[in-house]
Structure formats: C-alpha cells, structure tokens
C-alpha cells in the first residue's frame, strides 16, 4: 500500500508541472464540423392549422428492454472549449465521452451474447440497491469529490453487492487520486491494493495478460481495486478507457494515458464480465458479516471456527464460515459453533482455547516478530492451522511459503496424496478434484483434491489449499477463481475439521 501511494505521488508531481486540473477536461476526438440546417428525414409536419407535432412514418414494435447493468453517474461540473474554426464545444466532468458505455456493451454483447444496457444515475435520486444497477460508472479528468451523504450511499451499495468503476478518461492523475482518495473515505477498513497479473478479471472473458498504452507496448494491465471479501468491489483505471471505446481520442492533451482501442475493450468486456459473474456472490457475502463482527460468545462446548487475523486482506470470505459451520451441524454431526471468532495471535486470549486455527487471504501477508513465536508453540503442543488461498492467486500463495519457511526454517510441505487419512478416513471420499475450470488449467492432472502438509511426527501440524476452498462454501458463481465446486469444498472442509478433531 505504501509503495502504492509512493508511486502515485511521483506521478503526481511529475505531471502536475506541465498541467493543470482543467487541461485535462477538454474536447475528445477531431474538431465538430457545422452542421448544415437540414429535416430529419424520419419525421413530417401535417400544415397548419393542426398541432405541429412530429408524426412518424412507421412505427415498429419494439422488443423487451434490455435489463441496465451500468449507470453512468453524473457529476461535477463543465468548461467550454472554442476551436480554432470559432465553433464552441460544452465538455461535462461526467460526460467527456457521451457514448463510452453504450459503446462497450456493443462489445460485451459481441464477445459474450449478452445483452445490457446503460443509464444515466443521479446520486440523489439513486435508491443505491445494486439489484437495480449492479455497477456504478464515475468518467472524467478533474477531481472528483463526494459529499457525506453520496458517500454514505455508495458505501452501503458497496456492502450490499454493487460495483463502483472509475475511469480516467484521459489519464488524469488528478482523477485518479481523487478516485483512491474517495475510496479510502468511503471504505477506510479496505485498503487499494494494485491487482496481481493472474486476478480473474484479467482473464473471466477473455484472458488479458498483455496491453498497449499510448506510450508502450507489451505492457502488464495496470489496475487498482477494493476488495469487499474476495470480491473486487470497486475499480480505478489510472489509464483512460472510454474514449477508445468509442474510437475517439484525446487529441487535445499532450500529457493524456490511455490504454489503446483493443486492450481498452478486452479490459472493459472482461470488468462487465467479473461484474456479472461475481454478482450474487457479492450478494452472499452482503448477507454475511462482512466487517467488525464480535467474539463468539456461543455455548464453549461447541467447535469454533477461530480465523486468524492478518496485515493482508484476511477476512476473505465473510459469511462463508458460518454456511460451513451449518453445514458440519446438519451432514458431519459434529456441534459447530454459529459464527467465526477471530483471533489476533499475539493478543491475551490463549490459542490453546482453539482446536485449529484458519488463515486465508487475497495478496501478501507477513507474520509479526511476536506472532512467529506464539504460533509456533500453539502448533507444537498439538494445535492445527489450516491456510487456504483464497482465489488461488499466485501473490498469496508466494508469501505464504515464505512464511512457513520464516515459522519453520528448513521445513518443506508435502503433498497430501489420496491415501492419507485426511482424504481417505475422513466423512467424505474423493474420486475427482473438484476443481473449476481455471483451477484445472493451473494444475493440469490432478484428479483428487491437492493439498499440502507440514509433519509433526505422524500429524500434519499445517496443511495448506492452493487452491481455493472457502470460496465454494458459498455455492455461488466465481468465474475466474482457482476453487472447488461447492460439493467438493463443504466435503473437503468436513474432512479437515473431522482431521483435526481426531488428531
């Protein structure tokens, strides 16, 4: 996050010593020709004295609307441009490119069947149920700035499921930081994290792992995101998309960045695409505890499901535990406790209250100096830790190796094969991976479960997923995420918890 807002603010002062806020709100595309005063052939006017209303020729019936999937909100205020031919163009903070959405969804429907279409939202009016529009789409150049009830508005469309999209039409720094700036505000518990390479939104439609600026080419796509559990909630574009959307360029300003006409739309299609296909996932999750729940004060008899907090993006899943913990009542007959404690490893509570503990996230994570020891001797003296990655992303699952090795030097994880007890002697057995379609094309040929474990004599002490387990609990759609199908992952987590109960 530092390096982040370190990069930004370089950025910032770099451009800012050529530009100023309003040079980046400018016409986009060639000059406007005079436009020849001329009838619309579609319409005729009856003489007077009858009422001079436009009839039409024909009218056709029309098919049912297509269901609006972005709404193009209005904001800010507008500059008046005069070209050099004497003709004045209004450009609009929310509105440089009047066509950008409609002009996506062309290409959503090309790439994907789909059909959507895209209305103009005003925060005041707006109910902010994400049902109605699931994504929020802010364009321009200058500054944007919400008041505190927009912020609050957005804040819970947010939580409830929706996505807010930011696009810097032009590559406005000014745009972009306001952008993160408003983010931090609305959400200041998620932190902007730069999305790793292999995030399914590079890849959900259409796998984009390469793109051309208008200053390089063969570069890796560069976008900035808030997760709300796993779910990419909101979106930030430091580089301009829209006006290659609808082939219009900003011609008028040297200092613009933008992403060129095909990785623009292999982006856009791809984000609409995650949009879709995350929704009722984010919908889950909004019926989940999504943040600040409190302890488990629940009967102590009962088996609780203890998750590790972390400097990463820890609660990856919220809510997901708790449809678990239901379904080890109902299937396992084992007494699971409603909700999730969790659990800070260097505070008062002793670990040894817990039988396992649980440790998943989205990106790097480091163990503190006071944590390495504390857990050390909680797995030692006969306790578990369960690490699940979740979405299968390679940043993860980099850092957590390197914290085994920091807990354990020297160690080395081993993969569980179909024979051990924790597959074979468990509740449930395993004659397939599971797996989804992207975690299948990452590890080609497994047909069971892949699992990793650290030994302690005849106990794993650690085992860890690399591919995602808790995703699946939810039995929702993840296009893009290295998992399991929902069977398979309530199966495999009844397996491990019954493992860790009777070892």
């Not at 370190?6 to 020709?33: H, M, S």
């Not at 952008?179 to 902007?192: R, S, Y």
Request: charge should be positive; charged fraction near 20%.
């Amino acid at each position: 996050m530092k390096k982040l807002f370190t990069g930004l603010l370089l950025f910032v002062i770099a451009v800012t010593i050529f530009a100023g806020e309003n040079d980046y709100l400018k016409p986009l595309g060639k000059p406007p020709k005079a436009k020849a005063q001329r009838r619309q052939g579609g319409e005729s006017f009856p003489p007077l004295p009858l009422p001079a209303t436009p009839l039409r020729r024909s009218e056709k019936k029309r098919p049912p609307s297509p269901t609006a999937l972005i709404g193009k909100v209005v904001w800010g205020g507008h500059l008046d441009y005069q070209w050099n031919n004497g003709l004045q163009t209004r450009v609009f903070d929310w509105n440089m490119v009047p066509a950008d959405c409609q002009q996506l969804l062309r290409f959503v429907k090309r790439y994907t069947k789909m059909e959507y279409k895209v209305q103009t939202v005003d925060l005041a009016t707006f109910s902010g149920v994400p049902a109605e529009i699931p994504i929020l789409f802010f364009s321009g150049g200058r500054s944007v700035k919400f008041t505190p009830a927009e912020r609050a508005k957005l804040r819970k469309y947010l939580l409830d499921g929706g996505m807010v999209w930011f696009d810097s039409v032009v590559g406005s720094p000014y745009f972009y930081k306001s952008a993160l700036q408003e983010l931090k505000t609305i959400l200041p518990e998620a932190p902007v994290k730069r999305l790793a390479p292999d995030h399914p939104v590079f890849r959900v439609a259409k796998p984009v792992m390469q793109v051309t600026t208008n200053g390089s080419k063969q570069v890796t796509p560069v976008l900035d995101g808030v997760y709300i559990g796993s779910r990419l909630a909101a979106i930030v574009s430091p580089y301009g998309m829209g006006g290659a959307w609808d082939n219009v360029y900003p011609r008028l300003i040297s200092d613009a960045k933008f992403y060129d006409r095909r990785s623009s739309i292999e982006l856009g299609v791809n984000i609409v695409s995650y949009a879709v296909g995350w929704f009722e996932n984010g919908r889950a999750m909004a019926r989940g505890e999504a943040y600040g729940v409190k302890d488990n004060t629940a009967n102590p008899d009962k088996i609780v499901f203890a998750q590790v907090k972390t400097d990463g993006i820890w609660n990856s899943d919220p809510g997901a535990e708790t449809r678990f913990m239901r379904y080890l009542s109902r299937n396992v007959n084992i007494d699971a406790g409603a909700k999730p404690v969790y659990v800070d490893i260097a505070g008062s509570k002793p670990l040894e209250d817990y039988p396992f503990l649980y440790l998943s996230g989205i990106g790097d994570f480091k163990l503190k100096s006071n944590e390495v020891p504390r857990l050390r001797e909680y797995l030692d003296n006969g306790g578990f830790l369960f690490v699940n990655n979740s979405m299968g992303l390679n940043e993860f699952d980099s850092s957590f190796k390197q914290q085994i090795r920091q807990l354990y030097p020297g160690s080395e994880m081993v993969r569980i094969n179909s024979n051990d007890p924790v597959l074979a002697r468990g509740p449930f057995k395993f004659n397939r991976s599971g797996f989804t379609v992207t975690a299948a094309q990452k590890f080609p040929g497994c047909r069971t479960p892949l699992l990793y474990g650290l030994r302690d004599g005849d106990r794993y002490k650690v085992i860890y997923s690399p591919v995602d387990i808790t995703g699946g609990w939810f039995g929702t759609s993840r296009p893009g995420s290295a998992g399991y199908d929902s069977d398979t992952a309530l199966r495999l987590g009844a397996n491990l918890v019954t493992y860790f109960m009777t070892h």
